[in-house]
């Protein structure tokens, strides 16, 4: 069938021949796609996706429905939101007339995988569950020119090359975290980073939501915490000197605020699940703290009123964890927290808590006597536990940063490795189970490019796009300890990243080699290959208007 005439189809034809000249596996005929699925095999002929095919859904179930969604979403951005498909949802696939597109579940495959086959008859699509079928279509969205996605309904039809690719992903948990209290992004921006995530493949939004510089969650308990702990009344201008703060450090006088309302957060809550997307909050305890104190003064060790933080360093007014009333605040917020997200998890901080203050405090070392703990470390142990069998209680694990393992932690509790990878193997030795998100890999507030003159004021350290690939997230693991390893996570701590086009930035493309990492596991990697698939993630980029980072792409 010839479905376009005229020169725009010779066009559009031109261009999905250059798509499908790029290959993953050395066949010329190959579509590039990233993620690379596990395997992608070029066919016979085409099929010309119009409008007009009927897509058939099958069993119409809610999360088939989202599925389903998110195919309508992508017709649309080619054919126009006027002329949408007919979705017929039905029980059996017994009254399909092809060509069609068809969207359904197989028992035979395990969750997440899927298949998907472009063939003279249509599209079939087999997830071996919703999200499955989901992530077919995120690969769908690749063998469509992204020049034809622009939403302009200009184009009748769209020729794709006849191909099968079957894939199934790595690691169950395929993460990114966005540092919302440093800098405050709004419920937009945050979908607008669901999308993201969605065309990566990535299923969990870990929402780094309370620290020293703001508590960005509502909590009807605390109202103070959003009244006060949500306003910083300015913030240091340029790169922090790290605790030498005198008169010559300079302030920007503008007062940063912005916290999410409960019904911000259900709203993001289920929009990220529309696209199979966990969001895990992040809830700090013991320490950053300050946003907190500055609104409960009674938090801290000395009741001294402090002022929400202005500047990035660690700090040492954390959580008193001698007083009882810590934990009842705590077992309150937490409560509230669970209502609002359905996760398993939850993330409780643990990273970077100085003891200074619990070494002066009366209830601090009154509390390790009576406990006869040993360190300071181990009280933060004992705080964390507490809190672990409170959201055990709730029907919840912890995550936290690798801090808690020296803190004493029990094995249930998730280890999130961050000062490098060698935390993550010490955790998966004991028994823990792992995300790997180490800075030397996965810190993408660092450089991208070598030419930092070039480039925004980042934090520090330099990861480009190959560093990103490189990362084998079960390195230094025998085989019994990898099934320990859940997956992996892209952070996004946000000082030095104001606005959401900068945190796009530097997000993308680092992102699809993350993804790349998730989706496709340490094995047959081949960082030439995927940069020659990347130009289509890359072309979707810039018709779906992300900002990403075209010089750290030089770097070879
Ligand atoms: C961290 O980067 N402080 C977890
Ligand atoms: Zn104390």
């Not at 054919?79 to 035979?108: Q, Y």
């Not at 298949?115 to 008859?121: A, G, M, T």
């Not at 279509?137 to 309904?153: C, D, K, N, Y």
């Not at 230094?476 to 701590?493: C, F, H, I, S, T």
């Amino acid at each position: 069938m010839n479905c376009l005439g005229g020169i725009r189809a010779a066009a559009l034809c031109a261009a999905a021949a250059v798509l499908a000249m790029v290959s993953c596996t050395g066949d010329v005929q190959s579509p590039g796609i990233v993620p690379l699925p596990c395997s992608v095999a070029a066919g016979e002929g085409e099929f010309c996706l119009s409008a007009d095919v009927p897509v058939y859904v099958c069993p119409d179930t809610r999360e088939m429905r989202c599925a389903a969604d998110e195919l309508k979403e992508l017709m649309e951005r080619v054919f126009g939101t006027e002329s949408c498909p007919g979705f017929i949802f039905c029980g059996s696939l017994d009254e399909v007339a092809h060509p069609a597109v068809t969207m359904v579940l197989s028992d035979r495959m395990p969750a997440s995988s899927y298949s998907l086959e472009v063939s003279e008859d249509g599209v079939a699509v087999e997830g071996g569950d919703a999200a499955g079928v989901f992530y077919a279509v995120q690969t769908l969205r690749q063998l469509i020119p992204a020049e034809v996605q622009g939403f302009s309904g200009s184009v009748p039809a769209v020729p794709l090359q006849a191909v099968s690719v079957e894939d199934s992903p790595a690691f169950e948990y395929r993460g990114v975290m966005l540092d919302a209290a440093r800098h405050f992004f709004s419920v937009d921006e945050v979908k607008t980073l669901l999308d993201i995530m969605a065309i990566h493949k990535m299923n969990v939004f870990h929402w780094h939501l309370t620290d020293d510089q703001g508590w960005r969650i509502e909590i009807d308990s605390f109202p103070e915490l959003t009244r006060i702990g949500s306003v910083r009344k300015r913030t240091i201008v340029g790169k922090d000197p790290g605790g030498e703060y005198d008169e010559t450090t300079q302030y920007d006088g503008t007062p940063h605020s912005g916290y999410y309302t409960k019904d911000d957060v259900r709203e993001i809550v289920e929009y990220a699940a529309g696209r199979f997307i966990t969001v895990v909050p992040e809830i700090e305890f013991p320490g950053h703290a300050v946003a907190a104190i500055a609104s409960y003064p009674w938090l801290g060790c000395t009741g001294e009123q402090f002022e929400v933080r202005q500047t990035w360093d660690i700090d040492d007014r954390v959580f008193c964890i001698g007083r009882e009333s810590t934990f009842s605040f705590f077992e309150e917020v937490l409560s509230e927290v669970a209502e609002l997200f359905p996760s398993g998890y939850i993330h409780i901080g643990g990273d970077e808590c100085p003891s200074k203050m619990w070494e002066k405090c009366p209830e601090c070392r009154r509390r390790m006597e009576e406990l006869g703990l040993e360190s300071f470390r181990r009280l933060q142990g004992y705080g964390t536990g507490r809190i672990e069998k409170f959201l055990g209680s709730l029907g919840r694990s912890i995550i936290g940063w690798d801090e808690i393992l020296e803190a004493g932690v029990s094995d249930s509790a998730i280890v999130m490795s961050w000062r490098g990878c060698d935390t993550g193997i010490e955790a998966a030795k004991r028994g823990n189970r792992v995300i790997m998100s180490p800075t030397e890999y996965s810190y993408f507030d660092y450089y991208q490019s070598s030419d930092i003159d070039a480039e925004p004021l980042a934090w520090g350290g330099y990861l480009p796009l190959e560093k990103v690939y490189s990362f084998d997230p079960y390195s230094g693991l025998d085989d019994g300890e990898k099934p320990l390893v859940l997956g992996v996570q892209a952070n996004l701590w946000t000082e030095y990243i104001p606005d959401f086009t900068q945190a796009e930035y530097m997000l993308l493309p680092r992102l699809a080699a993350m993804s790349e990492v998730a989706w496709h596991g340490p094995c047959d990697k081949d960082y030439r290959d995927f940069r020659k698939r990347l130009p289509v993630l890359l072309q979707l980029y810039r018709t779906y208007g992300y900002r990403f980072c075209e010089s750290g792409l030089c770097e070879m």
